[in-house]
């Protein structure tokens, strides 16, 4: 007899799992998408990272199927544990377009907080998530660009501040076209410099000869 569950969970567990099979194996199957929103804080790792990798897939091409689990997922944000925290960083902006972006002003302030996270991951899934959420509701793209050039404020120690700039870079990369506040985002960008991190000077240099400035 068929198992489809107990296939879909057999494929979770497999290191060289084929996500994009599996993305599509559960759209549209509330069953199967429980099954994953549950592996989200599985204990073992794999099996939580391919839920992770799944999950978001079906988010980003099918957010009504993972939608019914935003209430939980933002009860991830506060989780104690890394993991599950970057979880609900990774899937939640995806949702947006299930319901036109109020349930994410709610959390808004509560997502962001997450760059003053104690670990330094989520930081970097924050920032890399946000030209998704604009591209949803551009409505929040101020408060976006706002919560990014704040990062100098959080409790993170300068080494990590540089690390994360990287990522804050990549997406004021992706978003400097709609941003009202240019200039200050260019002075954001140019004092990265002279920083701790090859790869945020790398990616400020980028930036800049790329929008015009040597």
Not at 73 to 81: I, K, P, T, V, Y
Not at 106 to 125: N, Q, T, W
Not at 166 to 189: G, H, M, P
């Amino acid at each position: 007899m068929s198992d489809p569950l107990g296939n879909l969970t057999r494929a979770l567990h497999e290191e060289q799992a084929d996500i994009d099979a599996l993305a599509k194996m559960i759209s549209g199957n509330s069953e199967a998408v429980k099954l994953v929103i549950d592996g989200l804080t599985f204990p073992v790792e794999t099996f939580r990272y391919n839920c992770n990798r799944v999950i978001v897939k079906v988010a980003e091409t099918a957010p009504q199927d993972v939608y019914p689990y935003w209430d939980h997922l933002g009860e991830l944000l506060d989780s104690s544990n890394t993991y599950h925290r970057c979880s609900a960083i990774n899937v939640l902006p995806h949702l947006i377009p299930a319901d036109g972006g109020p349930k994410f002003s709610g959390i808004f302030a509560k997502y962001f907080s997450r760059l003053d996270d104690e670990s330094v991951i989520p930081p970097c899934y924050v920032a890399r998530n946000c030209p998704v959420i604009a591209s949803h509701s551009p409505e929040f793209l101020p408060r976006i660009v706002k919560e990014l050039l704040a990062i100098d404020a959080t409790h993170h120690k300068p080494g990590r501040k540089d690390l994360i700039k990287a990522d804050i870079i990549l997406a004021l990369d992706q978003l400097y076209e709609r941003v009202e506040n240019q200039s200050e985002v260019l002075r954001f960008v140019e004092a990265q410099l002279n920083c701790s991190s090859p790869k945020t000077r790398k990616a400020a240099k980028g930036f800049l000869q790329k929008h015009g400035v040597k």
